[in-house]
């Protein structure tokens, strides 16, 4: 059988088309709305019966092209039938205050009066006793017309007036039973609507729906990730609370341990099931535990405390910095900001960040400092009230060191040179005038010069691992501006003096003339 037109002529019954002649009556409302009430003119009221006479003779022909209609769509031409689908589907769009998507409910405002317009010899007006005999009704104030719910949005050809732009407005005939509402409640494409919007309604309702059932399972998996992701969270915040470190030199599925991070999320997932099964049977590129992923939940911790210091920072609105430079491992030069300022009764004083400092020129220092500053929305020029550094010249420097820099850009910010420093050279200073501890302390940086040769510190860390359990130790390199670093010069000399002895003793009888003498003046101080 071959199809003539488009889905929209299959639907095109006698009770959709008596539709649209009711349309076609609604439109006659402008050219009706001349005429006055009656008790007009005699003119008025013979015009008036003249278009009443016409409106019925328009209604003789309507039913007669009707029929032709009917009967020329029987065996009318595939093109004709596209043509009308086509312009049906066009009329789709509504008034703006009317329901938008099926998830709304019908839009079925209740006034106590609605607009009234002339249909024929008297005003007429929708009627909100409708909404219970129709509940598929809804009604828009701005078109002042009607439109199916279930239609509009359950049919995909819509070849109704009560879903095109401008509604049903012909309230002359919308309760009649051969025309209006009684018509399009029969119709076949008003009852296809009508059992998809229940069948919605039913499995909205029970929340059954695909769409449904998608979120819940998707509100589920986000929360697993979220309880899973703060475990991982809490155990690096412990391990950072407690100063210790997070990796291990061998973190294999093999090894005996782990370090402290994978140990910790170990004994975690005996206790709670969802780590374990994370661990277990969860994608390998989904378990978070990689170094790289250490890092960046670190600094996401680190930003949140970053944060809160600036958020105590500016509601105390005096603070003073603290800054110094030192390479880091990776014989890089770090430049550490600290602030301090009074908060809750307490002076803190509070770790900000490190930038990497390329120069170490007093204009490039100073631009770190305050960039940083700016960055954090300091308002350093106002409220910056102190600056410490050490005694070096590009930092102190009355004339164009970083303190003199600093103060130019904000005024209230004199500088002291730090307490810790001057200390140190106290200390530093009090050594060398005792002759005892200053050959002491000459002794060990002489040490450190004899074991930081490339043939001697082979020989120094085998016999370590020789004689001692554990990881090898350096003789750390004395330094005037840190004194801390004597303490562990000390003390690792005291740990590991049988190996020093025995490490000097071996290469003074060793035919190397230069090292030999070297050895034997160590060893004989």
Request: charged share 30%.
């Amino acid at each position: 059988m071959k199809r003539k037109g488009n889905i929209t002529y299959f639907f095109n019954t006698k009770s959709q088309r008596t539709e649209n002649e009711d349309k076609r009556e609604g439109n006659e409302k402008g050219e009706e709305s001349t005429v006055e009430r009656p008790g007009g003119s005699e003119h008025e009221k013979a015009t008036e019966g003249d278009e009443d006479m016409d409106r019925e003779e328009v209604d003789v022909r309507n039913e007669e092209e009707g029929s032709d209609s009917e009967r020329g769509t029987e065996a009318g031409s595939e093109k004709e039938a596209e043509a009308d689908g086509r312009k049906a589907v066009t009329t789709l769009a509504g008034p703006h205050d009317i329901s938008k998507c099926k998830g709304d409910a019908a839009v079925q405002p209740n006034l106590k009066t609605f607009p009234k317009t002339l249909h024929g010899a008297a005003k007429r007006s929708f009627h909100k006793e409708w909404y219970s005999s129709w509940p598929w009704l809804e009604y828009s104030l701005s078109q002042d017309a009607a439109y199916c719910f279930a239609c509009r949005h359950f049919v995909s050809a819509k070849a109704s007036v009560f879903t095109a732009e401008h509604g049903y407005s012909n309230w002359k005939k919308a309760t009649s039973k051969d025309s209006g509402f009684s018509v399009h409640a029969r119709s076949d494409t008003h009852v296809n609507a009508m059992i998809a919007w229940t069948e919605y309604k039913s499995m909205a309702g029970r929340n059954t729906t695909i769409l449904g059932m998608m979120g819940d399972e998707n509100q589920k998996q986000v929360t697993e990730n979220q309880k899973y992701i703060k475990t991982l969270a809490d155990i690096l915040l412990l391990t950072a609370t407690q100063n210790i470190s997070q990796r291990g030199h061998d973190e294999s599925e093999t090894s005996k341990n782990k370090g402290n991070f994978l140990e910790i999320l170990d004994v975690v997932s005996k206790h709670d099931p969802l780590v374990k099964r994370r661990l277990s049977q969860g994608p390998r590129n989904a378990k978070y535990t990689s170094k790289g992923t250490q890092n960046e939940m670190l600094e996401c911790l680190a930003e949140i405390v970053r944060e809160d210091i600036i958020k105590e920072v500016k509601e105390s609105e005096h603070f003073f910095i603290l800054a110094d430079e030192t390479k880091d491992m990776k014989k890089i030069e770090q430049l550490s900001l600290v602030v301090r300022y009074y908060y809750n009764g307490v002076v803190q004083e509070s770790f900000l960040e490190y930038q990497q400092a390329e120069h170490l020129d007093a204009a490039s220092l100073t631009k770190k400092i305050i960039s940083c500053l700016e960055k954090y929305g300091l308002e350093y020029k106002k409220n910056l009230v102190g600056q410490g550094y050490d005694g070096a010249a590009v930092m102190s420097g009355r004339c164009s060191g970083v303190q003199t820099r600093v103060k130019e850009a904000a005024k209230y910010a004199f500088y002291v040179h730090c307490n810790a420093h001057c200390l140190n050279l106290v200390i530093v200073d009090c050594v060398k005038s005792v002759p005892e501890a200053a050959c002491f302390f000459m002794l060990l940086e002489r040490l450190y010069t004899f074991m930081s040769g490339s043939y001697v510190h082979n020989n120094w860390m085998d016999v370590q691992k020789e004689m001692f359990t554990g990881a090898p130790r350096e003789l750390p390199r004395l330094s005037d501006t840190r004194w801390a670093c004597r303490y562990a010069a000390c003390r690792n000399l005291m740990d590991r003096l049988t190996a020093v002895i025995r490490v000097l003793d071996d290469i003074s009888d060793e035919a190397n003339p230069q090292r030999a003498v070297d050895c034997r003046a160590t060893f004989s101080n």
